[in-house]
């Protein structure tokens, strides 16, 4: 991906993970829901992130068998706490955003 293309973010759409422009959108307030996450700290594991959906409440980016990734509602399942974990190797700060290089699921 092109780090010149601020416009371009990941969102979900129909639950699983792609990256779209929001120049391309016709729906901007969605767009801006389905791209926004909120980060927590040491929800299924110490030491390990969850990403909840922000227009999908208790929905979590998890990676699927297909290795795809996609915002599932949360369940209380083993499987589930590690699919839906992440650790976070480095990241790149900027005035509005982090961007995450490198997650990898528990």
Same mark, same amino acid.
């Given at each position: 991906?092109?780090?010149?293309?601020?416009?371009?973010?990941?969102? &979900?759409?129909? @639950? =699983?993970? #792609?990256?779209?422009?929001?120049?391309?959108? !016709?729906?901007?307030?969605?767009? #801006? +829901?389905?791209?926004?996450? *909120?980060? &927590?700290?040491?929800?299924?594991?110490? +030491?390990?992130?969850?990403?909840?959906?922000?227009?999908?409440? +208790? &929905?979590? *980016?998890?990676?699927?068998?297909?290795?795809?990734?996609?915002?599932? #509602?949360?369940? @209380?399942?083993? !499987? =589930?706490?590690?699919?839906?974990?992440?650790?976070?190797?480095?990241? *790149?700060?900027?005035?509005?955003?982090? !961007?995450?290089?490198?997650?990898?699921?528990?």
């Amino acid at each position: 991906m092109d780090a010149n293309r601020t416009d371009w973010y990941i969102r &979900h759409s129909s @639950y =699983y993970l #792609q990256v779209e422009s929001e120049n391309l959108t !016709d729906n901007l307030p969605l767009f #801006q +829901g389905d791209s926004s996450y *909120i980060l &927590h700290v040491d929800t299924f594991y110490t +030491g390990y992130y969850a990403l909840e959906s922000v227009s999908l409440p +208790g &929905h979590y *980016i998890k990676s699927e068998v297909n290795d795809r990734l996609m915002v599932t #509602q949360r369940s @209380y399942t083993a !499987d =589930y706490y590690d699919t839906a974990s992440f650790r976070m190797y480095d990241y *790149i700060t900027a005035s509005k955003c982090v !961007d995450f290089l490198i997650l990898v699921t528990a």
